[in-house]
């Protein structure tokens, strides 16, 4: 497993919390989730082997939130 911390920027409420938890936690591969709302950060646990940090941002990104 590997984890990763990515900036965020234009989450400011709960619904923001859920789209972007919501969107890569049902990425296959992703074991965890964790969203820190008042410092812009998304951390996320996943398989490698199984789904690309890029498709994460991806996921991040159709959600309609800037991964910088």
């Known amino acids: 497993m590997e984890q990763v911390t990515l900036h ?15 969107g890569v936690g049902e990425l296959q591969g992703v074991k965890k989730v964790t969203v820190k709302l008042d410092q812009g950060l998304v951390d996320v646990e996943f398989d490698a082997n199984v789904v690309s940090l890029s498709k994460i941002k991806e996921a991040i990104d159709d959600q309609g939130y800037d991964v910088e």
């Open 8 to 22: 965020v920027s234009g989450m400011s409420c709960g619904h923001c919390v859920k789209a972007v938890e919501g």
